[in-house]
């Protein structure tokens, strides 16, 4: 009985709060008491990790709405509001590219080809036809993205490679013009539920089949969104193959002439590698285009509602928990999304399948790559925080995986009145928490305490 009593001191003992904000914390000491926590066995001392974590998350999210999933293999750690949705912001983009990987095949590429009509040594018309590759971009597009940190990690499909390839078919007169084809998607270039402050301030450019440079007149600056993408990618290659000495008509939209022969094409990287661009560093119209894909991948128009819908069916039959999802687009940019951490957290489990891999694998990666590129640097979560990164007015996402101390899954929503800097600090030191699991170790004093949340005004 004494013994008992005694180890039920020492777990009341462990669990004492360590002090609130403007609290003054002890300098931990290397000796270990004799009935300490440290000493327990690891399920004890598990429990009473999970325990003070449950805390410090619900004390870092005190009067706000959120939602935590933290999972050590296959044994829940924390899971607060696990199931009631909230505005999942960018966090979205996992369920996009589970189902875009999966039903498209990482291994598949996204062709753009040239078709060319008239005789050889004559006038010739050439029909350009988009087939949803959302990396095009021409050479000024590659400079852009070489000098974002963000993105100059990603993958490109060269427009010029293409011009290279018509050329090296024998074509010199194109007087007969360009025609472009984007018939692949719809022609609804921003969702209806966007304000259109995003058009302007680079956050996404216009959606679809035919798209160079994401759309934008400059790509270095993001700030003029072309008016007709498909018009726009024609231009683009207008220009390059007058560069390389061919005559080149007007631009225009249709389809390819009865009889057309196809002479060139240039392949996109594979979908797998495309989708983990997209999570690294958050495209929002790549991973728009990446749904219409999957819709069109089923037979269905190339919607975002048919996309939402063939994705929301595709993770349900792969086992994500999608009750209360609600997605009505692919990026998150959507306030009228909803998702549960249960399923964002379920969206990162399906990495563990070598298929979709790039889930995991292609996150953005603390203090070192995409979305967190200069996040968290040089702090004890330095590369070993993977996760997808979401942000919005008012909401703040995370999800991913820590291997700080032991491996460990996790997702957490955050919504409530705050601006930008205090999103990414509640989320930060929302990881560092979940980081510090469990904290009942002797290396517990090795990582250091969340840096305090801003409070907003």
Aim: with cysteine.
């Amino acid at each position: 009985m004494i013994l008992a009593t005694l180890g039920v001191l020492a777990i009341v003992v462990a669990l004492r709060p360590e002090g609130g904000r403007g609290s003054s914390v002890a300098r931990p000491t290397l000796v270990t008491p004799l009935l300490s926590a440290r000493r327990a066995p690891g399920p004890v001392a598990d429990a009473v990790g999970a325990v003070r974590l449950a805390a410090r998350l619900d004390s870092i999210g005190t009067g706000l709405d959120a939602c935590t999933v933290v999972v050590d293999a296959d044994t829940t750690v924390v899971s607060a509001r696990a199931e009631e949705v909230f505005i999942p912001a960018s966090t979205l983009k996992l369920l996009t590219a589970a189902a875009a990987v999966d039903l498209l095949g990482p291994e598949a590429r996204f062709t753009t080809r040239a078709l060319v009509s008239g005789e050889a040594g004559a006038a010739r018309a050439l029909t350009l036809i988009g087939g949803g590759d959302p990396v095009l971009r021409s050479p000024a597009g590659l400079a852009a993205i070489a000098s974002d940190p963000e993105r100059r990690d990603g993958r490109s499909t060269e427009l010029s490679a293409l011009a290279d390839r018509i050329v090296a078919a024998g074509v010199r007169d194109l007087s007969r013009g360009i025609t472009v084809d984007d018939s692949r998607f719809d022609s609804v270039r921003y969702h209806p539920s966007w304000p259109d402050s995003y058009r302007a301030g680079g956050t996404v450019g216009p959606v679809g089949a035919l798209v160079v440079d994401e759309g934008y007149a400059d790509p270095a600056t993001r700030r003029t969104v072309v008016t007709d993408p498909a018009i726009a990618t024609g231009d683009a290659l207008a220009s390059l193959l007058e560069d390389r000495g061919v005559r080149v008509g007007t631009v225009r939209r249709g389809r390819a002439d009865p009889g057309a022969t196809e002479i060139a094409q240039v392949a996109s990287p594979t979908v797998a590698t495309i989708a983990g661009d997209v999570l690294s560093a958050s495209s929002n119209q790549g991973s728009e285009i990446l749904l219409k894909a999957v819709a069109v991948h089923a037979g269905r128009p190339g919607t975002s509602a048919d996309g939402a819908e063939v994705t929301v069916d595709r993770l349900r039959r792969l086992g994500v928990p999608t009750e209360g999802l609600v997605m009505v687009d692919g990026s998150g940019l959507s306030r009228e999304n909803r998702a549960s951490c249960a399923t964002i957290e379920g969206a990162v489990r399906l990495g563990d399948a070598e298929r979709l891999r790039v889930l995991r694998d292609g996150l953005a990666v603390a203090g070192r790559r995409g979305t967190l590129e200069d996040r968290l640097g040089g702090t004890a979560l330095d590369g070993r925080v993977i996760a997808k990164t979401g942000t919005l007015d008012g909401v703040s996402g995370l999800a991913g995986t820590s291997t700080v101390r032991r491996p460990l899954r996790f997702a957490l929503l955050v919504n409530g009145a705050f601006g930008e800097s205090r999103a990414y600090a509640l989320r930060e030191a929302m990881a560092v928490a979940i980081a510090q699991f469990p904290d009942v170790t002797d290396g517990a004093a090795s990582i250091p305490p969340p840096d305090p949340v801003p409070a907003e005004g």
